[in-house]
């Protein structure tokens, strides 16, 4: 029995395949992080999912008076943020968000900001995941000589609702220098 040049083509193609492909959800897996929570003057951790965002959800479905911060939440599974505040310098290292840097390197996530102030030391890195047209989440990593901030947030954001939000909630006006 001659074997055909195309079946071994497709049996070497699928060798090559991962065994299972890791679905694209938007979701970071954040680090504990409970060592820079002993270090820290400050920390926040918040962690909303489930019953407190069918909560959200539910408030913004029955909203009628056109609350935007209310529509955002619609859509949205999940929001996790960790923020540390240090009373020194360099409390934390590198290889504290390694982990984290090294899964928005990953298929579906890109880099949409990157800001860098360089007599402050800051950085603010903005990615997104997309899957096709659809946004699946967000991730935020802002970084000083003494603060730390990872921000996710998964679901479908409509990036229309969220910039009618700025300079609301706390989030920033965007001077665009016109």
């Not at 492909?21 to 002993?38: K, M, V």
């Not at 479905?61 to 240090?86: C, R, T, W």
């Not at 984290?100 to 390197?105: D, P, S, Y």
């Amino acid at each position: 029995m001659k074997k055909s040049p195309l079946l071994a083509l497709v049996a070497t193609a699928l060798i090559a395949l991962p065994a299972t492909a890791a679905p694209i959800t938007g979701a970071l897996e954040l680090p504990d992080f409970s060592h820079l929570e002993r270090k820290a003057r400050e920390s926040v951790n918040v962690n909303l999912d489930g019953f407190l965002m069918r909560i959200a959800k539910a408030i913004a479905a029955n909203d009628h008076g056109g609350d935007e911060g209310l529509k955002l939440l619609q859509d949205i599974k999940s929001v996790q943020v960790k923020s540390f505040a240090f009373d020194a310098d360099n409390e934390y290292s590198k290889s504290d968000v390694d982990s984290v840097r090294k899964q928005l390197a990953s298929p579906g996530w890109s880099a949409i900001a990157q800001v860098r102030k360089r007599e402050n030391q800051e950085d603010v890195d903005v990615f997104i995941c997309t899957e096709g047209e659809k946004i699946l989440g967000l991730a935020v990593i802002a970084s000083g000589l003494r603060t730390l901030t990872i921000v996710n947030v998964i679901g479908s954001i409509d990036i229309d609702k969220l910039a009618r939000l700025e300079g609301q909630f706390g989030i920033p006006k965007v001077n665009t220098g016109e």
